[in-house]
C-alpha cells in the first residue's frame, strides 16, 4: 500500500519523472514520492498519525542516527500519539540477512516503517517493508544518497553484499 503525504509540496514523484531524463533515455517512474518541509520531523509525525491513526509503527534507528534526528522525531511521533515501537541497532550496523530477519521478526502486525539514517539502516527499513507488504518512510540523516529513492537494497548473504529488489 502506497500512502499519500497530505498537503505538502512535493519535490519529485512518478509524474514529474514522465517528462524523460537528461541523458535522453526512458527510466522508470520512481515509486517514491520526495518531500520537503521546514520541520520535516513534525510533518512525518502530524502524517504518520493522520493516515495510519492507531495502527503500529516501527521506528528503526542506531545511536547516532538516533542522536541527530531519531530522538526528535520519536518524541514528535509520541507526542502525536502515534502507536510506535523503536528498535535500536547497535553502532554502525552492517546490512546482513540476520539483521533483515531481527527487522522481520519485529514487523508483524506493523503499517509502517520508519528508518531514521542512511544506507544501512534505510536499506534494512526498506527492504524488509518491501518483503512484508508494509508501508516504508525514511528520515535521511545524511544529504545526499542514492538508495532514498532506489528500489534495491545492498544486503550482505551469506557474507557476500548482494543487491536485491
Known sequence: MRSE???????????????????????PAPEVTLYSAEDAAQMMAEECRAIYADRPVLLLFDPETYAVA???????LLAEK????????????????ALVDTVRDLDHNMALIISVGSG???????YSASEDGIDFWCMPTAPSMNGYTS?????KVKGVKRTLP
Open 70 to 76: 531519531g530522538a526528535d522525531l520519536e518524541q514528535r
Open 82 to 97: 502515534v502507536n510506535l515501537i523503536t528498535h535500536q541497532f547497535d553502532s554502525n550496523p552492517v546490512a546482513t540477512t
Open 5 to 27: 503525504i497530505r498537503n505538502h509540496p512535493r519535490i519529485v514523484d512518478a509524474e514529474t519523472c514522465q517528462a524523460g531524463c537528461t541523458c535522453g533515455g526512458e527510466h
Open 120 to 126: 544501512t539502516i534505510n536499506d534494512l527499513g526498506k
Open 151 to 155: 528500489g534495491i537494497a545492498a544486503i
